[in-house]
Structures are given as structure tokens and as C-alpha cells.
């Protein structure tokens, strides 16, 4: 079992940063695959970076440049580190985690940009 406890959410105007951590606890060993996902109002939820336990991220076209991704695997925890946002990036942000073949996932932070 795999708790995620997201946290650094918050209300930024357009063109600042934010930077959400997530960190895991429970029986955890090492977690191969943690990541960030997004929801927006109406929208389906959708990736935004994933980084592996060696360090390899992928990032979603529409964050590119913007965004890094990166992990502390003595901590089990993830972070995300947001530049130049702008307001489509609001939405309900995730953590996922990917342990022993199961996905598991936080309860989101809600993170809105205003013009």
C-alpha cells in the first residue's frame, strides 16, 4: 500500500512559479514510476512529467520548457517545479506513483493561474 501526500498548490498569477511536492510513504521498497497528471474543469486528466527511479523524465508538449520534474528517492518524494505559468495550466494537479505493477494516486492540489 502506497500513500501520496501532495502538497504546494496555490493561487499565482500568470507569468510565476509554483512547486508542488508529493511524497510517498507506506511499504514502499522503491517506487519505479512517479509522475504528475492534471485535471481541468470538463477535461479528462492528463500527464504532465514522469520521472523513473534512474532519473529519466518525459514531459507533456504543452509544459515543455517550463516545467521540471524531479525526484528524491531517499525520501520517496516527487516535486515539480512550474515557470511562466499560465492560466490553461489550471487544474487539479496529481501525483502517481507506479508500485509492484499498481497505480496509486493522491488526492490532488489545485493549482490556478489568473491573468
Known amino acids: 500500500q502506497v500513500q501520496l501526500v501532495e502538497s504546494g498548490g496555490g493561487l499565482v498569477q500568470a507569468g510565476g512559479s509554483l512547486r508542488l511536492s508529493c511524497a510517498a510513504s507506506?511499504?514502499?521498497?522503491?517506487?519505479?514510476?512517479m509522475g504528475w497528471y492534471r485535471q481541468a474543469p470538463g477535461k479528462q486528466r492528463e500527464l504532465v512529467a514522469t520521472?523513473?527511479?534512474?532519473?529519466?523524465?518525459n514531459y507533456a508538449d504543452s509544459v515543455k520548457g517550463r516545467v521540471t520534474i524531479s525526484r528524491d528517492n531517499a525520501k520517496n518524494t516527487v516535486y515539480l517545479q512550474m515557470n511562466r505559468l499560465k492560466p490553461e495550466d489550471t487544474a487539479l494537479y496529481y501525483c502517481?506513483?507506479?508500485?509492484?505493477?499498481?497505480?496509486?494516486w493522491g488526492q490532488g492540489t489545485q493549482v490556478t493561474v489568473f491573468s
Open positions: 502517481n506513483a507506479i508500485y509492484v505493477g499498481y497505480d496509486y
Open positions: 507506506g511499504s514502499i521498497f522503491s517506487i519505479n514510476t
Open positions: 520521472i523513473t527511479s534512474s532519473g529519466t523524465t
